[in-house]
């Protein structure tokens, strides 16, 4: 389901992800499209920009039907002074993922309940 993203390249942009991730990578392609890799396996292509954003709220919506038009969301805000570039390699991304203080969101409307 949809992300929003403040700031950076994808500003104002809703990418549809299935993970929620506390950071993302999100890429710019050549022809200017953009991506946001919270797959673990998905890795960035020849020629493609890497930025990173931090997970700032998550939460979960639900529609007339609870069970077929609920799902979950989140908003994300770009990092600029992390060089993403140097985290293009899966493994390096991981490094300095794990490598961060534990950070936790804010909470989300109705967690702790």
Sequence with gaps: ?????????????????????????????????????????????????????LRTSHFHVCGENRVRDSYWSAFYATLPHVDGEALRDNDAWREWAQAQPETRAPQSVGEGR
């Design 1 to 53: 389901m949809p992300a929003i993203f403040d700031g950076g390249p994808a500003a104002g942009k809703q990418l549809a992800i299935s993970r929620y991730p506390v950071y993302l990578r999100v890429v710019v392609a050549p022809d200017g499209s953009i991506d946001a890799l919270d797959q673990l396996d998905d890795e960035v292509r020849e020629g493609e920009a890497v930025h990173v954003y």
